[in-house]
């Protein structure tokens, strides 16, 4: 129940306690996908079909979670701005309209799947021969949209009040939940994929519950109370989350478009390659996703910092993470060398696409360390409320992943070349975000300093001005 000192001058101290329960947090929730996937790839009889399946879905999956950061990433660094700054009754607005915009939100995603599921499907790339059990999860997790988004949306807020451990606990039970309950549900039950997707739901639904339960206890900072929706206060969330909303929904958005290109270019061995890229992103999630709660986690730090006009806060924070996420991408290209076929022999035991999908994930880790500059950049972007340069350096990484995995690149090498596509944009991105940020960040600083001195101006025109340091 300890909140973090996100004004502390120990720096280090302030983004490790951020940043090492975020990343756990995200490596658990990914490791319960992994299990997802590797139950279902061991299902007797029917495992690789199966779990082509999910690896239609998984995509889907990850724009339905996408829009629980549009509201909870979004609006996360104006609360801890608000915090910064002194003025908790801003922030329980904030918290307040976030609540009521995640419900309605995840309203509006459980019916938009539900109806379109069988065009979705087939479109993304199901076959006759995947389809059925697409649809059997798909439907499933759809409808688990109403716990799944508040849940992850709302855990965002108690990250932003300094509670990284709560929020690391709240992604724990769900993944411990999940992991028991699978076994149960598929196996015992013999429900098979769709036993998984009913484990995923109701896992979620413990995350749910624990992350509402504690934002309602006298003992937190600010409590989630009801409040009159603001729609310039919705607007704000929206417009700073549409950069991680971007993220990670054009993420599932060129996976899908993959799977397509996957499906129709692979001929007769199309669901083969798409087990075999379902296994590829299982590991690369390994390295995305806990490096996304690196940079995501670490932001309430630099929003207050941002909030309380502290420049040399926000400058040491910022170096901190940025070596965080090259650490981390330097460990996981080091062990893809030495990890990748144990990881893939956990999901199948067939030759080929074992072979295929160890080649996929030392292609796909080419461009890791190079990707912890574009995260850490554009995230800390998001952070200080600058989200036209978060959202455009984010598109431009996605169209360069569009125009290589989907056009360019199957039509010159053939399918094995989709799999270059992850790399070659995770390396231009790169490029290009630290040359912007080089350039953009020191006057998004100076900007926020000089609104300072200037309001001071104003009100105290009689007062020398003494240059910021």
């Known amino acids: 129940m300890k909140a973090i000192n996100l004004g502390s001058s120990n720096v280090l101290s302030t983004v490790l306690k951020l940043i090492i329960p975020a990343m756990i947090a995200q490596f658990i929730n990914v490791l319960y996908s992994i299990v997802d996937r590797m139950y279902v790839g061991n299902i007797e009889g029917i495992g690789d079909t199966a779990l082509a399946a999910v690896g239609v879905c998984a995509p889907i999956t990850t724009i339905i979670s996408s829009f629980a950061f549009l509201i909870g990433t979004g609006g996360a660094p104006l609360f801890a701005m608000a915090l910064g700054e002194g003025s908790e009754e801003r922030a329980k607005k904030i918290l307040a309209n976030a609540a009521a915009s995640l419900a309605a939100v995840a309203v509006f995603v459980a019916a938009l799947f539900l109806a379109l599921h069988r065009p979705l499907l087939y479109a993304f790339g199901a076959s006759d021969n995947t389809y059925g059990y697409a649809k059997q999860y798909l439907m499933i997790y759809a409808a688990g949209a109403l716990f799944s988004v508040p849940g992850t949306g709302l855990n965002q807020y108690i990250t932003a009040q300094g509670y990284s451990g709560i929020a690391m606990l709240s992604t724990v039970i769900g993944a411990a ?15 098979n994929v769709a036993g998984a997707a009913i484990a995923t739901i109701i896992s979620q639904l413990f995350t749910f519950i624990f992350v509402v339960t504690f934002l309602r206890l006298k003992g937190t900072k600010i409590r989630l109370c009801p409040a009159k929706p603001d729609i310039k206060v919705i607007g704000n969330i929206v417009k700073l989350g549409l950069s991680p909303f971007i993220i990670m929904a054009s993420d599932g958005l060129i996976i899908i478009l993959q799977n397509a290109v996957l499906q129709q270019m692979g001929g007769a061995d199309g669901d083969t390659w798409i087990t075999v890229a379902t296994v590829v992103q299982a590991f690369f999630s390994l390295t995305s996703m806990p490096m996304l709660g ?33 650490i981390f991408t330097v460990t996981m290209t080091v062990l893809s060398l030495f990890c990748a076929a144990p990881f893939v022999s956990l999901f199948t035991d067939n030759a080929d696409i074992t072979g295929k999908a160890i080649w996929g994930i030392r292609i796909f880790m080419i461009g890791a360390i190079p990707m912890a500059f574009q995260y850490a950049f554009v995230d800390c972007f998001t952070a200080l409320g600058q989200p036209k340069y978060a959202i455009t350096l984010s598109l431009i990484r996605k169209i360069v992943f569009f125009m290589g995995s989907i056009i360019a690149m199957p039509l010159i090498w053939g399918v094995e070349a989709v799999f270059y596509a992850e790399p070659f944009a995770d390396i231009c991105a790169a490029i290009l975000s630290s040359t912007v940020f080089a350039i953009v960040f020191p006057k998004v600083i100076r900007r926020r300093i000089n609104g300072e001195d200037c309001l001071k101006r104003r009100r105290f025109p009689h007062k020398k001005q003494v240059p910021l340091k």
């Open 177 to 191: 939940a999940n992991i028991a309950l699978d076994p149960l549900f598929i196996f015992a039950f013999r429900l």
């Open 294 to 326: 690196i940079s995501e986690g670490s932001q309430p730090v630099l929003s207050y910092a941002y909030g309380a006009k502290n420049e040399k806060l926000i400058k040491r924070a910022e170096v901190r993470i940025v070596c965080a996420c090259v």
